[in-house]
């Protein structure tokens, strides 16, 4: 609480103190500024690289996105006429129910996953810990693409080692790939692609925490049990609302499983995620205009949804 | 200041020595000696030796060939570049549903211009026709995919079922099937946007018209005639009442059912024979092909499932050239045609090539040494006409999703047609087209 530097910048005297503490210790700003020159030299190449590669892009996607193009009469300024459509579009909005269900469902099992087998790999402190979590994070470390088309084998009729069990169970075959289903069986191979890397996530916070804390509320009398749920998962609050804001952005711009799934899947329409409309839009329709479009509108929704959820998140870590 | 100095020296010299490379580049193709070079995008992988033909076979051009991915792939990768002005090859395979589309993108070159009207005869009709449009030729037939019913002949021999000529019969050979054995079908209903179009080319229905030499904005929609509804309401009563099976075509599970009698037929394409000897290994010897199912007794309706060109893009350097290779490539070359029919197993759209003896007596061990193309070859001929939309991919995505809506249950099978028609119409209005119906 007393840490604020001699060399404190002056705004910094004036911000209340405990701001100050939130944000730790200033630098002087005469020091930053004394070599402007070397200082924009080192910074150059990452901004040369944003600017060609996020900003340039992003402009021009922008531009794109205000005029509208039709195969016959070609391209013309057309503003927010494109939003509009976009914002009323069915398919568009059909496709951001779906991944909202699908997110509703898949991201609270996933993390809930992840934080057991975070918990468990913190509590677990033999040799093996190393290969339990290499075992975890496996997944993450296999393309998307690939874990995709492997699923879509698995979940055969014909090959697949689930059709065995249910076979067996006396169910049948079942088409993973159509009806209600579909949606479980999308959610499950995203599962089983981040489950490991949120649980690594999740564990490496926990390895940030200091070990007395536990220790005292072991002396205090608390259960492994109570530990866990009462002083490890608070702990970590921070690290478990950044992966799940990460996770509801990678949901609501869904893509690679059902692009790949849907040689295996007719149900998976042109439509079905976002950006899957925005994928086929462009690189089918050749409607270059109206994806990037559905590419802002999708962007706007992610940023919304977003901020909604960590200003929620952060409401409920202050009130608890 | 000194570093920078020195970076921006570096800088310009590697920037004046890609300039020279980039004029080098460019001479190689130009006419400072030396061969033409031309950059060729096709997608199967014998293609090298009809590139190996063709280089050997010309001094004047030679081919740069570049596998960038199959259909749709390619065609996003084409459909890109044409939007960027830059970075298409000078000659792209292109299947014929696909022409018109990059004919309104403005993408191909009229290699009429170059004298290529002068193949008209070499073709099949109706691929010339889909080929070109008028005076103006936009692509160069290579293969296609006259349909004809693959069966498989020991089972419906051992329960004796007749081998259907009719729809009916078929219908009928397909609820005896499901009598016989309770977990076969007597085929999938595959979501194949081609497979669909080629059994309603059949069915006699003629639901797109396009001409862009004609009137640029003006496309015919007609989806609902009666003779496009019955392909549906046929397939879909078979697909609802269990009969038929809902496994996209050319996944494991189709290719294992085709392999394992859990499917008895296939209606199948000219290239089919080639395709099937390749995956499937247990039941080779067991198939037979017969002519497609009629809807009327005794007609010789026909239908094709895919088929290929090559056309010219608007990119080229060299347009001349790449008309040259365009017709080329294949043409009339007997090295080529030999590594398109033994290899890569193209149903050829060369007249002279199809007529062969060495092609229609050629007999297939997967099919107990029947000479199927002599059911292929006359199904070519009868062909006839057929258009394309020049925004195929719409219609093709539309009717596979509306199709999938009815095989999950979600949309009656009669409204598939009527619910893509009001779809497809509203598309293209709002992409400028005076739409009739």
Same mark, same amino acid.
């Given at each position: 609480?007393?840490?604020?530097?001699? &060399?404190?910048?002056?705004?910094?005297?004036?911000?209340?103190?405990?701001?100050?503490?939130?944000?730790?210790?200033?630098?002087?700003?005469?020091?930053?500024? /004394?070599?402007?020159?070397?200082?924009?030299?080192?910074?150059?190449?990452?901004?040369?690289?944003?600017?060609?590669?996020?900003?340039?892009?992003?402009?021009?996607?922008?531009?794109?996105?205000?005029?509208?193009?039709?195969?016959?009469?070609?391209?013309?300024?057309?503003?927010?006429?494109?939003?509009?459509?976009?914002?009323?579009?069915?398919?568009?909005?059909?496709?951001?129910?779906?991944?909202?269900?699908?997110?509703?469902?898949?991201?609270?099992?996933?993390?809930?996953?992840?934080? /057991?087998?975070?918990?468990?790999?913190?509590?677990?402190? &033999?040799?093996?810990?190393?290969?339990?979590?290499?075992?975890?994070?496996?997944?993450?470390?296999?393309?998307?693409?690939?874990?995709?088309?492997?699923?879509?084998?698995?979940?055969?009729?014909?090959?697949?080692?689930? &059709?065995?069990?249910?076979?067996?169970?006396?169910?049948?075959?079942?088409?993973?790939?159509?009806?209600?289903?579909?949606?479980?069986?999308?959610?499950?191979?995203?599962?089983?692609?981040?489950?490991?890397?949120?649980?690594?996530?999740?564990?490496?916070?926990?390895?940030?925490?200091?070990?007395?804390?536990?220790?005292?509320?072991?002396?205090?009398? /608390?259960?492994?049990?109570?530990?866990?749920?009462?002083?490890?998962?608070?702990?970590?609050?921070?690290?478990?609302?950044?992966?799940?804001?990460?996770?509801?952005?990678? &949901?609501?711009?869904?893509?690679?499983?059902?692009?790949?799934?849907?040689?295996?899947?007719?149900?998976?329409?042109?439509?079905?995620?976002?950006?899957?409309?925005?994928?086929?839009?462009?690189?089918?329709?050749?409607?270059?205009?109206?994806?990037?479009?559905?590419?802002?509108?999708?962007?706007?929704?992610?940023?919304?949804?977003?901020?909604?959820?960590?200003?929620?998140?952060?409401?409920?870590?202050?009130?608890? | 200041?000194?570093?920078?100095?020195?970076?921006?020296?570096?800088?310009?010299?590697?920037?004046?020595?890609?300039?020279?490379?980039?004029?080098?580049?460019?001479?190689?193709? +130009?006419?400072?000696?030396?061969?033409?070079?031309?950059?060729?995008?096709?997608?199967?992988?014998?293609?090298?030796?009809?590139?190996?033909?063709?280089?050997?076979?010309?001094?004047?051009?030679?081919?740069?060939?570049?596998?960038?991915?199959?259909?749709?792939?390619?065609?996003?990768?084409?459909?890109?570049?044409?939007?960027?002005?830059?970075?298409?090859?000078?000659?792209?395979?292109?299947?014929?549903?696909?022409?018109?589309?990059?004919?309104?993108?403005?993408?191909?070159?009229?290699?009429?211009?170059?004298?290529?009207?002068?193949?008209?005869?070499?073709?099949?009709?109706?691929?010339?026709?889909?080929?070109?449009?008028?005076?103006?030729?936009?692509?160069?037939?290579?293969?296609?995919?006259?349909?004809?019913?693959?069966?498989?002949?020991?089972?419906?021999?051992?329960?004796?079922?007749?081998?259907?000529?009719?729809w009916?019969?078929?219908?009928?050979?397909?609820?005896?099937?499901?009598?016989?054995?309770?977990?076969?079908?007597?085929?999938?209903?595959?979501?194949?946007?081609?497979?669909i179009n080629g059994l309603m080319w059949q069915a006699g229905c003629r639901p797109y018209g396009?001409?862009?030499?004609?009137?640029?904005?003006?496309?015919k929609i007609n989806l609902t005639s009666r003779e496009c509804r019955k392909v549906f309401e046929f397939h +879909?009563?078979?697909?609802?009442? +269990?009969?038929?099976?809902?496994?996209?075509?050319?996944?494991?599970?189709?290719?294992?059912?085709?392999?394992?009698?859990?499917?008895? %037929?296939?209606?199948?394409?000219?290239?089919?024979?080639?395709?099937?000897?390749?995956?499937?290994?247990?039941?080779?010897?067991?198939?037979?092909?017969?002519?497609?199912?009629q809807w009327t007794?005794?007609a010789?309706d026909q239908g094709?499932? +895919?088929?290929?060109?090559?056309?010219? %893009?608007?990119?080229?350097?060299?347009?001349?050239?790449?008309?040259?290779?365009?017709?080329?490539?294949?043409?009339?070359?007997?090295?080529?045609?030999?590594?398109?029919?033994?290899?890569?197993?193209?149903?050829?759209?060369?007249?002279?090539?199809?007529?062969?003896?060495?092609? %229609?007596?050629?007999?297939?061990?997967?099919?107990?040494?029947?000479?199927?193309?002599?059911?292929?070859?006359?199904?070519?001929?009868?062909?006839g006409e057929f258009?394309?939309?020049?925004?195929?991919?719409?219609?093709?995505?539309?009717?596979?999703?509306?199709?999938?809506?009815?095989?999950?249950?979600?949309?009656?099978?009669r409204?598939?047609l009527?619910?893509?028609q009001?779809?497809?119409?509203?598309?293209?209005?709002?992409?400028?087209?005076?739409?009739?119906?």
């Open positions: 609480m007393t840490s604020a530097p001699p &060399t404190a910048a002056p705004d910094a005297d004036r911000s209340p103190p405990r701001r100050r503490v939130d944000r730790g210790p200033r630098r002087s700003s005469r020091r930053t500024t /004394a070599h402007p020159v070397a200082g924009m030299l080192f910074v150059l190449p990452f901004f040369l690289v944003v600017v060609a590669f996020l900003v340039v892009p992003l402009g021009f996607a922008l531009y794109l996105s205000l005029f509208t193009k039709s195969l016959v009469l070609g391209s013309r300024f057309s503003g927010l006429d494109g939003y509009v459509k976009a914002f009323t579009d069915p398919l568009l909005l059909d496709g951001f129910l779906r991944v909202l269900l699908f997110g509703a469902v898949q991201i609270p099992v996933m993390l809930g996953i992840a934080l /057991a087998g975070a918990l468990a790999l913190d509590a677990v402190t &033999t040799r093996f810990a190393v290969l339990y979590r290499l075992i975890a994070f496996m997944p993450y470390a296999v393309p998307a693409v690939v874990g995709a088309l492997m699923w879509g084998f698995l979940y055969s009729r014909t090959f697949g080692p689930f &059709t065995g069990l249910t076979t067996a169970l006396g169910l049948g075959e079942v088409d993973f790939f159509g009806g209600p289903l579909l949606l479980l069986s999308l959610g499950n191979v995203v599962t089983w692609a981040w489950t490991g890397y949120n649980t690594i996530v999740l564990y490496s916070a926990l390895q940030g925490v200091p070990r007395e804390v536990y220790e005292a509320a072991v002396v205090d009398g /608390a259960s492994p049990v109570q530990v866990a749920l009462r002083v490890k998962v608070p702990a970590i609050g921070r690290a478990i609302s950044l992966a799940a804001v990460f996770t509801v952005i990678g &949901t609501l711009q869904f893509f690679t499983e059902p692009q790949v799934m849907a040689r295996f899947a007719p149900t998976i329409s042109a439509g079905y995620t976002p950006n899957l409309y925005a994928y086929n839009q462009a690189f089918a329709y050749s409607n270059f205009n109206y994806s990037a479009t559905i590419s802002f509108t999708l962007g706007f929704v992610v940023f919304v949804v977003a901020y909604v959820f960590v200003f929620v998140s952060r409401r409920r870590g202050a009130g608890s | 200041m000194l570093g920078i100095g020195r970076v921006g020296r570096t800088a310009s010299t590697l920037a004046v020595g890609l300039l020279l490379a980039v004029a080098a580049c460019g001479g190689e193709s +130009g006419a400072g000696g030396g061969p033409v070079r031309v950059s060729v995008w096709a997608w199967y992988p014998e293609f090298k030796g009809v590139v190996d033909a063709f280089n050997a076979s010309h001094t004047d051009v030679q081919v740069d060939w570049t596998n960038v991915g199959t259909g749709p792939d390619q065609y996003a990768k084409l459909k890109t570049a044409f939007t960027a002005g830059t970075g298409a090859p000078d000659v792209a395979m292109v299947e014929f549903q696909e022409i018109p589309t990059f004919v309104i993108l403005d993408a191909l070159v009229d290699m009429g211009e170059f004298g290529a009207g002068d193949d008209r005869d070499l073709y099949a009709e109706w691929a010339w026709s889909q080929a070109t449009d008028g005076d103006k030729v936009y692509a160069i037939p290579v293969d296609g995919g006259p349909m004809a019913l693959m069966y498989r002949r020991d089972l419906f021999e051992r329960h004796q079922i007749p081998v259907p000529t009719t009916a019969g078929y219908a009928e050979a397909a609820a005896r099937i499901k009598a016989v054995d309770p977990t076969a079908f007597v085929a999938s209903f595959g979501s194949d946007g081609g497979w396009y001409s862009a030499a004609t009137a640029r904005d003006q496309v +879909g009563d078979l697909v609802d009442r +269990g009969l038929m099976a809902k496994d996209p075509f050319f996944t494991a599970d189709a290719t294992a059912a085709l392999d394992s009698g859990k499917y008895w %037929t296939w209606a199948a394409a000219g290239w089919t024979p080639g395709y099937v000897a390749g995956s499937l290994k247990n039941t080779a010897g067991k198939w037979a092909v017969a002519p497609m199912p007794e005794g010789d094709d499932w +895919g088929g290929s060109t090559f056309a010219v %893009t608007k990119q080229a350097r060299n347009k001349k050239a790449a008309t040259t290779v365009a017709r080329e490539l294949f043409g009339s070359s007997e090295a080529a045609w030999d590594v398109g029919l033994n290899k890569a197993f193209l149903y050829p759209l060369v007249k002279e090539v199809a007529a062969d003896p060495a092609f %229609t007596g050629k007999a297939y061990e997967f099919f107990a040494g029947q000479k199927v193309n002599e059911i292929f070859v006359p199904v070519s001929g009868k062909l258009q394309y939309t020049p925004f195929q991919d719409f219609v093709f995505s539309e009717l596979n999703d509306r199709s999938a809506e009815a095989m999950s249950g979600s949309r009656p099978w409204t598939v009527e619910e893509t009001k779809n497809v119409v509203a598309y293209a209005r709002q992409q400028g087209f005076t739409v009739t119906e």
